[in-house]
């Protein structure tokens, strides 16, 4: 049952990061922690401090042989944020292993942009592996303080797992984040697949104390609800999002993230 459901999951796009599945990852242009760089690299840049952020699914859509995990983090240097990290879903028969290198900077005063390098590396028991280099470009519009518009192509150069034709997809996304009044923040995204029409996923997040934040999202193309929150104690943000697909059903991904690693050290 696994393997028949395993391309179906893969199109449904399982993805990393907690806070971003809280807003349907609808957040590219205001980013919610170092895991939207995933989806547009010149996220990275919107964070001014060393940072680690991390997470776990356990059983994305019920399945525990698809378990999640994902690690990254970031480090300013000299004007440049250099950000890395890690992702894995899947199990001994079958798993996805996603390692990205990313690099962002301020091109100009309201401009950010970034590349990301990802190997990704699929196992498939007794087919052995295949490995896929990927280049992700992306930017960041700065429109005034309350209005961001963003940008990104993932697999620009169209890389593919050996012997496997558009196993790689290309994706292009176009979004906008907005700021009506301090705590608020609306998303919208339009993100465009190979093989796959065109989607519209929409979130938004609320801090109604300095220490909580809650999220929520949809998308529309697989009616797919998503919601979560943060609560920051001691330096740590502790995250959750339960997200529920219109066929493949729910998902829970619990985090943690190290906002300011010299500061809470």
Known sequence: MVFILCPFLINAQIKPGVKQSAVSFSDIS?????FTAYYNPAASKMFQTA?????????????????????????????????????????KLYNETYATA???????????????ITAQNLH???????TAFRLDLGGIVIINDYINASFSGINLLG?????????????????????????????????????????????????PHQNIVLRNGYSRSNGEF?????????????DYSYAHHKYLG????????????IKFF
């Open 124 to 130: 498939i028991e007794r087919y052995g592996n295949s």
């Open 102 to 116: 990313n690099v962002s900077l301020n091109a100009m005063d309201n401009l950010i942009v970034g590349a990301s």
């Open 226 to 238: 998503s919601i979560g929150g943060s609560i920051l104690f001691s330096g740590i943000s502790f």
């Open 30 to 34: 205001s980013p919610s922690d170092l």
């Open 250 to 261: 729910s998902t829970h991904i619990v985090g943690l993230a190290v906002p300011d690693v």
């Open 159 to 207: 890389s593919e797992y050996s012997g496997s034709e558009n196993s790689v997809p290309k994706v292009f996304r176009t979004g906008i984040s907005l700021k009506p009044f301090e705590g608020l923040k609306l998303h919208a995204l339009l993100e465009a697949e190979e093989t796959f029409a065109p989607d519209l996923r929409v979130g938004w997040s609320y801090e």
């Open 51 to 91: 940072q680690v952020a991390t997470y776990y699914s356990p059983s994305p859509y019920g399945l525990s042989e698809l378990r999640q995990f994902g690690l990254t983090g970031l480090y300013p240097i000299d004007g440049f944020n250099i950000c890395a990290g890690i992702y894995n879903y899947g199990f």
